[in-house]
């Protein structure tokens, strides 16, 4: 169900076509963890993705994350080339000293001084950010925002991620929870749902993340609604995913288009209370639970069915100059934002 930007891999470029110096982007995950080498311009030059093996815990992951640096950097001829590193991971994180609080993904890992880690086994400096504000930030430099000053970015997967920029910067927190977006409350009503990863009642995330829709339509069906998905209801957990409401719904069943249609509702909800809070001017879509994407009618549906709600709920002049759309790098956003953010950082440094 991914979006027509999603691919097996990045376009990697020739090193004699790139711009040095080079930026790391390192983009760890739950399962694997993507490592993109940049050049100046947000090229790729070179990219490899690696089993994150969770269970093995954090120090043999930095282990073999920074002799895949050294490697790729001595097979390339660039050694001392690369002065920074953008490194991300999901939250709960305490960006200030550097840690891991408690990531649902890397239960290992909780509490792990990962920045310095990092800094130990390869000596240069290391700029650290959430998995969504790194997504943002790589939006915003070279994908759908690169033409703008500021954006939001919501990334639809399991969760609702989300990355927010004023006037160039990342809005990251005082609690390191800044523009964690999932977490909004669109639901006040008593018997809300409950966000699986741990938020409160009524939250974004409840209602329009992969998880959510799931959790959703179960109920629907178990509640006695007829839908080609109804054969689903009675087997394994892992049956009924988004992915199967989508080609439901693209084949004309009924519930499933319900459920795209009320998905995009609660986020126009959603959308409408970060732009009355923040004026962006550019909200970009990302992540895999996209029903489709642009290229997609189902997808297609699923966007103006959000920009319709966003229409009805704020101020003529606020909707005319406010671009809705998906965004446009696909899986690679994290790794190219982390490179992004260690050249911003390093730039600012050296003035």
């Not at 090229?43 to 954090?58: C, D, R």
């Amino acid at each position: 169900m991914g979006s027509p930007t999603d691919h097996s891999g990045p376009q990697i470029i020739q090193l004699t076509e790139s711009e040095p110096p080079y930026y790391w982007g390192v983009d760890i995950g739950g399962t694997g963890i993507k490592l993109g080498l940049v050049d100046h311009s947000g090229q790729t030059v070179a990219y490899e993705k690696i089993a994150t093996m969770e269970s093995q815990g954090p120090e043999s992951g930095v282990q073999r994350i920074g002799d895949l640096v050294t490697s790729t950097e001595e097979t390339l001829g660039i050694v001392g080339k690369v002065p920074a590193i953008g490194l991300g991971a999901p939250g709960p994180m305490d960006l200030p000293k550097g840690l891991l609080v408690e990531p649902p993904q890397l239960p290992s890992w909780w509490g792990f001084p990962i920045v310095k880690a990092f800094q130990d086994q390869l000596q240069r400096p290391i700029s650290f950010l959430n998995d969504a504000n790194a997504a943002a930030y790589g939006e915003f430099w070279i994908g759908a925002g690169e033409h703008c000053d500021s954006m939001l970015l919501l990334t639809l997967g399991t969760g609702v991620g989300g990355g927010i920029i004023v006037d160039g910067e990342l809005v990251n927190g005082v609690n390191s929870f800044g523009s964690e977006c999932g977490h909004i409350i669109v639901d006040s009503s008593p018997h809300a749902r409950l966000c699986i990863w741990g938020g409160g009642r009524g939250q974004l995330e409840a209602y329009a993340s992969a998880s959510g829709v799931v959790a959703r339509t179960r109920q629907l069906l178990t509640d006695g609604e007829q839908s080609s998905l109804s054969g689903l209801l009675g087997g394994a957990d892992d049956e009924l995913t988004a992915k199967k409401v989508y080609v439901e719904a693209e084949a004309g069943d009924a519930l499933s288009l319900r459920i795209v249609d009320e998905t995009a509702r609660w986020l126009g909800i959603g959308v409408t209370t970060l732009v009355h809070a923040l004026d962006p001017g550019v909200v970009s879509l990302g992540g895999a639970m996209n029903f489709g994407g642009a290229n997609c009618p189902i997808g297609r549906r699923f966007l103006n069915g959000i920009i319709e709600e966003f229409k009805q709920r704020t101020f003529e002049s606020v909707f005319a100059g406010t671009e809705i759309n998906f965004a446009t790098l696909g899986a690679d956003a994290g790794y190219l934002g982390l490179a992004g953010y260690a050249r911003k950082e390093l730039l600012a440094a050296s003035k």
